[in-house]
Structures are given as structure tokens and as C-alpha cells.
């Protein structure tokens, strides 16, 4: 470890200047395996890095790679000091907060984590096992990013890398680990007499992907181009099978193999039969990894489909309600115009006006101009279904994102709920000596989290009495906004769930579910965080966290 660091900073001097000339600066984790690491040779190791000197030859462009500790290596592509990480990025598009938004990633690998707990420790299989327990996160990673916003009330104990995460757990200084699973089979691997297991839940699937500076127009679309073609021609596939087909263990197997074979080659027969069992061991591991793939492909299949079958389910009910109304309106105008029209046809003009007056015409007339009217409303509702679901399918660019001061932002949020407030006849109150602080954000998309968030609280408010304040404060190097309401509160299980997609409390008057699902990940892309607090009875505050811009 010693000999490691020291290596690291002999080349610190060389990064300084190799960034100055270098075309490709790629900043790597030191202890990261087997994606990327620095060997006992001091030499840069792994999959990321072999699949990125093929992105550089394609390119024909130099690669200098920068290896440190994570928190460096976030640090410096921050500064632009590095060019290229590889970060992990979820479904939805978010990412490590510690990472400034000023750049496009590029995904070319798939990754989820484990749990990892002593072998005989019991009830230690979903994440909501790990409630009250002591888990290891490696800080700064992408798993830790997607624990704290899980909502798990765990004390933390952090680590400075997966690897040591798992070595906390079986040093008994933490009752679970949570980790990368290609790294926590790696680490096990390595360390085959630790009583740890895993517990084989895939959790927080995620993209694994290239990160790359906007200012680097050109090396984004090359790093694209050069994805698409490793993939295209089976390189990325070489690469994947290369790297992660086989275990650590496995390849330990082969290497102890090779040193009995060389040590007791005493005769030829001994030699055939090791060389019979090491044939033999390889065709069972390959059909274990064969297995392996085929339950992963599974699970991931079935991750997939119960996603888009809550989904499909929450459209299908909120569409097929209003196109009910539709359908069902629809058939009495049809009605109703087939029975005026037969009417005309059989009736004799001298006739007609004494039968009209039997028709009941009023009646008619009324009974259309209700179904008129429920056309409208469910087609409007149908439209507002379609603006929720492509606002919760639409995330923010990066480039839209400026300088923004709160008290520009309080303001346009005024004007735009005047309406609200008078509609309810719910006062705004507006309580801050805050407002000149600044974040950096889109302005259009905070005002539609705060309208949304003062819009809710109106709506829980009582008819007589209620009433909505809105606060800005600096905390722990943050702005955060508090939208407090008086009204009827939320229930312990409706707050664990509120900001999930497609639940709602208000199903019957045409909520879809999804307005703090997409403020939740509006506030994710701004690198801040949603907080929600409420008792029944007692009114509910959410406070909206942003980081302050310092410049």
C-alpha cells in the first residue's frame, strides 16, 4: 500500500503537464477491480481500461490515465484537470452529487449491487433488513448515492473503497456491506476463507458509463462513435467475456493448477490426470457462469417487465377512465341524433310541429349539453395525462441549467399561483430574509416544483383557515426552501411512498401520481433532494435542498 502511494504521487508532476497536451485524459479509481485498478506492478489494470485504450486507437489519439482515490479523481474532473470518468448512472438519469452536472455520459456496461452480511447472520436479504444495522458504503460511490436516498434509517460507516466495505464486515466493525456485485465476487474471490456472503438481490441497477466534459464536444461524439463500433463488431462482447466470464477465484484455481503441475512434474501420467481434472473443473465453471448469466438475464427480465407493468397499469387505469366517459357520451349523442333523424323521416311536415312538442326537445337539448361538457372534461383530462408522463420522461440538459437567485425565483413563483391562491381562497405567505442567495438551476423547472409542492399543500388545506408558507434558510452549504402547509397531514405510509411514481392519494379526482415523482427527480438533476415531513393532523413541510453557487 505504501509502495502504491508513493508511485501515485511520483506521477502527480506528470499529470499537470500531460493535461496540458494530452487529447484523451482519463481519471481512474486506484482500487476499483476488476473494472479498474493499479496492480502490484504499479501498472493501470481492468476492463475500463482496456475498453478505453480501444476507444483511443479508434480515435488515433493519445491516452494519458490519471489514477487516485475516487474523492480525487471526482475532484479533479470537477476541475476539468481529467476529461473522462467512468460513473455509474441510474434509470432515470441520476448520479453521484458530487459530481458537477457539466458533462453527457455514454453507457456501455450494466451494474447493480449486494448486500453483504456474515454468513450466519440472520434476516439479512432486502434492503429494508438493513433498517437500524450498522452498513459499510464505500464514500462517493454510486451505491452510496442511491442508500441515502432510499430512505433506510441505517448508521453509516464509510469506507474508501468497495473492497474495504466488505472488510469491515468481516472485521465485525459493520453488520452488512453494501457494494458493486462484480466487485464484492471479486473481493470474495480473493479472500476464500472469510465466513461473508452475499445475499443475491440484484439492487440499484444502474448504467455504467463514460462521463465526458461538455467544454469536449469533439470527445464526446468520438467516445460515442467508438462505442457503437466496439460494440457493432463484437469487441465490447471480447471484452465483457474477457473480464467478468470467469471469477477471480476460478482464475486463482488455474494459476495454483499451473504451480502443482510445474512442481510434481514427475511423470507423464500424473500430468494428464491434473490436466483431465483442470478440463474438467473448467466445463463446471462454465457451466456455473453459464447459469449465472441465464439467472441474471432472468432477473433482469423481471425487473424490467414489473417496471413497465406498473407502468402500463397506472396508464391504462387513469386513460381508460376518461375514454369511458368518452365512449359512453359518445353513444347517447349518437343516440339521441339517430332518434331526431328517424323521427324527421317518418313524421309529415303538417305533423311535425305537434309530435316536436312530445319529443321533449328541452330535455334533449339539456342531456347533450352534459355530455358535451363530459367530453371535454375527460379529454382534458387525457391531455393532462399525456403532459404528466412526458414531463416525467424529459430530463433537464445540463446547458440549461444558469445562475439563479431565489428571491427572482419567489417572485415568478407568485404570480404564477395568484390564481391558485384565489381559487382556494388559501393566503401565500412568503417569510424570508434569504432570497438573495443563489443556486445554480433552471429556473422553469424549480418554479414548476415549487408551484406543484404549493399547489398540494392547497389542495390538503382545510376550506376555513388554511393556509401556505413558503421559507428559504442556509443550511450546511445549502438553500432550502420549506413549503409549509395546516392541512390534514399524511399517514406514515402514505410519506414512505408519496414521491414513488404513480402513487397517489387523489385517484378519484384525476391524479396520475407522478407530480412529486417528478419533482423528486427534478431536484435529483439540480444535485439537491426532496425532503418530506408529516403527521396526520398535523400539516406536512417539504423542503426543497439546492446547492449554493459560491461564485
Same mark, same amino acid.
Given at each position: 500500500?505504501?509502495?502504491?502511494?508513493?508511485?501515485?504521487?511520483?506521477?502527480?508532476?506528470?499529470?499537470?503537464?500531460?493535461?496540458?497536451?494530452?487529447?484523451?485524459?482519463?481519471?481512474?479509481?486506484?482500487?476499483?477491480?476488476?473494472?479498474?485498478?493499479?496492480?502490484?506492478?504499479?501498472?493501470?489494470?481492468?476492463?475500463?481500461?482496456?475498453?478505453?485504450?480501444?476507444?483511443?486507437?479508434?480515435?488515433?489519439?493519445?491516452?494519458?490515465?490519471?489514477?487516485?482515490?475516487?474523492?480525487?479523481?471526482?475532484?479533479?474532473?470537477?476541475?476539468?484537470?481529467?476529461?473522462?470518468?467512468?460513473?455509474?448512472?441510474?434509470?432515470?438519469?441520476?448520479?453521484?452529487?458530487?459530481?458537477?452536472?457539466?458533462?453527457?455520459?455514454?453507457?456501455?456496461?450494466?451494474?447493480?449491487?449486494?448486500?453483504?452480511?456474515?454468513?450466519?447472520?440472520?434476516?439479512?436479504?432486502?434492503?429494508?433488513?438493513?433498517?437500524?444495522?450498522?452498513?459499510?458504503?464505500?464514500?462517493?460511490?454510486?451505491?452510496?448515492?442511491?442508500?441515502?436516498?432510499?430512505?433506510?434509517?441505517?448508521?453509516?460507516?464509510?469506507?474508501?473503497?468497495?473492497?474495504?466495505?466488505?472488510?469491515?464486515?468481516?472485521?465485525?466493525?459493520?453488520?452488512?456491506?453494501?457494494?458493486?456485485?462484480?466487485?464484492?465476487?471479486?473481493?470474495?474471490?480473493?479472500?476464500?476463507?472469510?465466513?461473508?456472503?452475499?445475499?443475491?438481490?440484484?439492487?440499484?441497477?444502474?448504467?455504467?458509463?463514460?462521463?465526458?466534459?461538455?467544454?469536449?464536444?469533439?470527445?464526446?461524439?468520438?467516445?460515442?462513435?467508438?462505442?457503437?463500433?466496439?460494440?457493432?463488431?463484437?469487441?465490447?462482447?471480447?471484452?465483457?467475456?474477457?473480464?467478468?466470464?470467469?471469477?477471480?477465484?476460478?482464475?486463482?484455481?488455474?494459476?495454483?493448477?499451473?504451480?502443482?503441475?510445474?512442481?510434481?512434474?514427475?511423470?507423464?501420467?500424473?500430468?494428464?490426470?491434473?490436466?483431465?481434472?483442470?478440463?474438467?473443473?473448467?466445463?463446471?465453471?462454465?457451466?456455473?457462469?453459464?447459469?449465472?448469466?441465464?439467472?441474471?438475464?432472468?432477473?433482469?427480465?423481471?425487473?424490467?417487465?414489473?417496471?413497465?407493468?406498473?407502468?402500463?397499469?397506472?396508464?391504462?387505469?387513469?386513460?381508460?377512465?376518461?375514454?369511458?366517459?368518452?365512449?359512453?357520451?359518445?353513444?347517447?349523442?349518437?343516440?339521441?341524433?339517430?332518434?331526431?333523424?328517424?323521427?324527421?323521416?317518418?313524421?309529415?311536415?303538417?305533423?311535425?310541429?305537434? @309530435?316536436?312538442?312530445?319529443?321533449?326537445? $328541452?330535455? +334533449?337539448? /339539456?342531456?347533450?349539453?352534459?355530455?358535451? =361538457?363530459? %367530453?371535454?372534461? *375527460?379529454?382534458?383530462?387525457?391531455?393532462?395525462?399525456?403532459?404528466?408522463?412526458?414531463?416525467?420522461?424529459?430530463?433537464?440538459?445540463?446547458?440549461?441549467?444558469?445562475?439563479?437567485?431565489?428571491?427572482?425565483?419567489?417572485?415568478?413563483?407568485?404570480?404564477?399561483?395568484?390564481?391558485?391562491?384565489?381559487?382556494?381562497?388559501?393566503?401565500?405567505?412568503?417569510?424570508?430574509?434569504?432570497?438573495?442567495?443563489?443556486?445554480?438551476?433552471?429556473?422553469?423547472?424549480?418554479?414548476?416544483?415549487?408551484?406543484?409542492?404549493?399547489?398540494?399543500?392547497?389542495?390538503?388545506?382545510?376550506?376555513?383557515?388554511?393556509?401556505?408558507?413558503?421559507?428559504?434558510?442556509? @443550511?450546511?452549504?445549502?438553500?432550502?426552501? $420549506?413549503? +409549509?402547509? /395546516?392541512?390534514?397531514?399524511?399517514?406514515? =405510509?402514505? %410519506?414512505?411512498? *408519496?414521491?414513488?411514481?404513480?402513487?397517489?392519494?387523489?385517484?378519484?379526482?384525476?391524479?396520475?401520481?407522478?407530480?412529486?415523482?417528478?419533482?423528486?427527480?427534478?431536484?435529483?438533476?439540480?444535485?439537491?433532494?426532496?425532503?418530506?415531513?408529516?403527521?396526520?393532523?398535523?400539516?406536512?413541510?417539504?423542503?426543497?435542498?439546492?446547492?449554493?453557487?459560491?461564485?
Amino acid at each position: 500500500m505504501i509502495l502504491r502511494t508513493f508511485r501515485l504521487l511520483l506521477m502527480l508532476p506528470l499529470v499537470l503537464s500531460w493535461n496540458a497536451r494530452a487529447d484523451i485524459v482519463y481519471g481512474i479509481d486506484h482500487d476499483f477491480a476488476p473494472y479498474e485498478w493499479i496492480n502490484e506492478q504499479g501498472e493501470p489494470e481492468g476492463f475500463n481500461i482496456d475498453l478505453m485504450r480501444q476507444i483511443a486507437e479508434q480515435l488515433n489519439e493519445t491516452l494519458v490515465i490519471v489514477p487516485g482515490p475516487w474523492r480525487k479523481v471526482m475532484q479533479d474532473f470537477n476541475a476539468s484537470r481529467i476529461n473522462v470518468v467512468a460513473i455509474g448512472i441510474s434509470p432515470d438519469g441520476g448520479h453521484n452529487p458530487g459530481l458537477t452536472p457539466d458533462f453527457e455520459a455514454y453507457p456501455f456496461s450494466l451494474a447493480y449491487s449486494h448486500i453483504y452480511s456474515h454468513k450466519h447472520a440472520p434476516g439479512i436479504r432486502k434492503l429494508s433488513d438493513l433498517s437500524g444495522l450498522t452498513v459499510a458504503l464505500n464514500r462517493g460511490s454510486y451505491t452510496e448515492f442511491a442508500f441515502l436516498n432510499s430512505g433506510i434509517n441505517a448508521q453509516v460507516l464509510y469506507a474508501d473503497s468497495e473492497r474495504q466495505t466488505i472488510e469491515l464486515v468481516s472485521d465485525g466493525l459493520a453488520d452488512a456491506a453494501l457494494a458493486n456485485a462484480v466487485i464484492g465476487r471479486d473481493t470474495l474471490a480473493r479472500y476464500p476463507t472469510a465466513a461473508i456472503a452475499s445475499s443475491g438481490l440484484p439492487l440499484f441497477p444502474r448504467s455504467y458509463a463514460y462521463a465526458i466534459k461538455n467544454q469536449d464536444k469533439w470527445l464526446q461524439q468520438g467516445i460515442h462513435d467508438a462505442l457503437n463500433q466496439l460494440s457493432n463488431d463484437g469487441s465490447l462482447f471480447k471484452l465483457r467475456q474477457h473480464w467478468f466470464s470467469t471469477t477471480e477465484r476460478i482464475r486463482r484455481h488455474q494459476q495454483l493448477t499451473d504451480n502443482f503441475i510445474n512442481i510434481t512434474a514427475a511423470g507423464v501420467l500424473f500430468f494428464f490426470a491434473v490436466l483431465v481434472w483442470n478440463v474438467t473443473l473448467r466445463r463446471s465453471v462454465n457451466r456455473h457462469t453459464a447459469e449465472l448469466k441465464r439467472q441474471s438475464a432472468i432477473a433482469e427480465d423481471k425487473a424490467k417487465m414489473a417496471t413497465l407493468g406498473i407502468i402500463s397499469a397506472g396508464i391504462a387505469h387513469e386513460i381508460n377512465n376518461p375514454n369511458g366517459i368518452i365512449m359512453q357520451a359518445s353513444q347517447s349523442c349518437h343516440a339521441h341524433t339517430k332518434r331526431l333523424l328517424t323521427f324527421l323521416k317518418q313524421t309529415p311536415g303538417l305533423e311535425l310541429d305537434l @309530435q316536436l312538442h312530445q319529443l321533449n326537445l $328541452e330535455a +334533449i337539448a /339539456n342531456d347533450s349539453e352534459q355530455q358535451h =361538457q363530459q %367530453l371535454h372534461l *375527460a379529454s382534458k383530462k387525457i391531455a393532462n395525462i399525456v403532459k404528466e408522463l412526458k414531463d416525467y420522461a424529459r430530463p433537464t440538459p445540463a446547458t440549461e441549467f444558469q445562475p439563479l437567485q431565489l428571491n427572482e425565483l419567489f417572485q415568478s413563483t407568485q404570480l404564477l399561483c395568484n390564481s391558485l391562491s384565489n381559487s382556494h381562497r388559501i393566503p401565500l405567505k412568503v417569510e424570508s430574509s434569504e432570497l438573495d442567495i443563489r443556486v445554480i438551476g433552471n429556473k422553469a423547472r424549480l418554479e414548476q416544483v415549487l408551484v406543484n409542492l404549493i399547489d398540494n399543500g392547497m389542495r390538503a388545506c382545510p376550506k376555513q383557515g388554511g393556509e401556505i408558507r413558503v421559507t428559504a434558510k442556509v @443550511q450546511a452549504q445549502h438553500a432550502v426552501i $420549506e413549503v +409549509i402547509d /395546516n392541512g390534514h397531514g399524511m399517514s406514515e =405510509q402514505t %410519506l414512505a411512498n *408519496a414521491t414513488e411514481g404513480f402513487f397517489t392519494t387523489r385517484r378519484t379526482e384525476g391524479g396520475l401520481g407522478l407530480g412529486l415523482a417528478i419533482c423528486k427527480r427534478i431536484m435529483l438533476e439540480h444535485n439537491g433532494k426532496l425532503v418530506l415531513q408529516s403527521q396526520p393532523e398535523q400539516g406536512t413541510c417539504v423542503q426543497m435542498w439546492l446547492p449554493i453557487n459560491k461564485e
